[in-house]
T-cell receptor, first 113, second 114 residues
Framework: AQSVTQLDSQVPVFEEAPVELRCNYS??????LFWYVQYPNQGLQLLLK??????LVKGINGFEAEFNKSQTSFHLRKPSVHISDTAEYFC???????????FGKGTRLHILP | DVKVTQSSRYLVKRTGEKVFLECVQD?????MFWYRQDPGLGLRLIYF???????EKGDIPEGYSVSREKKERFSLILESASTNQTSMYLC?????????????FGSGTRLTVV
């Protein structure tokens, strides 16, 4: 069975500093990977996705993620965070195009002034 | 702008009441899903539907039922609300194959059962 592990439940970072949110998945086959963002009191919004091709994926709001098959990771990065990036971030995986998406438990990003 | 609309943002109900949570999407999506979200537990799938009048149990269906009479509408029903069903409920939809495009979520309904 697939699973997704988000290694940090909370990440504090100073404004304008870089951030990395870690995500590891378990699957013995090819996967499709997603990052979602949830701003306070809102639903989830797709940030970026990896289906195939280049392992570096660029998303909205300056975020990017790198698919690393050998380490089964899909870490999310941003070179300089803003207060508006305060949100919860969810990593998600599906084994193939017809499977349901499995979500990680989320990482809360706290931006410190 | 395509949307998934949940009828209520906040809801307060009494223990034992029958509760209906409504979700409507305007994207002609085949697939619809209901999740609940609790701190530290992430998103847990309650029910999903791949077609009109079709439904399948997710990971935590106990105490819930669903209805999908029309393609655009997927309702979650709490047959007899209990305090442990206090949670954020999220509806989502997708066009198959769901793994390709991901899900579109509604804004959520925060339900409090007292």
């Amino acid at each position: 069975a697939q699973s997704v592990t988000q290694l940090d439940s909370q990440v504090p970072v100073f404004e304008e500093a870089p951030v990395e949110l870690r995500c590891n998945y378990s699957s013995s086959v090819s996967v499709y990977l997603f990052w979602y963002v949830q701003y306070p009191n809102q639903g989830l919004q797709l940030l970026l996705k990896y289906l195939s091709g280049s392992t570096l994926v660029k998303g909205i709001n300056g975020f990017e993620a790198e698919f690393n098959k050998s380490q089964t990771s899909f870490h999310l990065r941003k070179p300089s965070v803003h207060i508006s990036d305060t949100a919860e971030y969810f990593c998600a995986v599906t084994r193939n195009r017809d499977d349901k998406i499995i979500f990680g438990k989320g990482t809360r990003l706290h931006i410190l002034p | 702008d395509v949307k998934v609309t949940q009828s209520s943002r906040y809801l307060v109900k009494r223990t034992g009441e029958k509760v209906f949570l409504e979700c409507v999407q305007d994207m002609d999506h085949e697939n619809m899903f209901w999740y609940r979200q609790d701190p530290g537990l992430g998103l847990r799938l309650i029910y999903f539907s791949y077609d009109v009048k079709m439904k399948e149990k997710g990971d935590i269906p106990e105490g819930y039922s669903v209805s999908r009479e029309k393609k655009e509408r997927f309702s979650l029903i709490l047959e007899s609300a209990s305090t442990n069903q206090t949670s954020m409920y999220l509806c989502a939809s997708s066009f198959p194959p769901e793994g390709a495009g991901g899900y579109t979520f509604g804004s959520g309904t925060r339900l409090t059962v007292v």
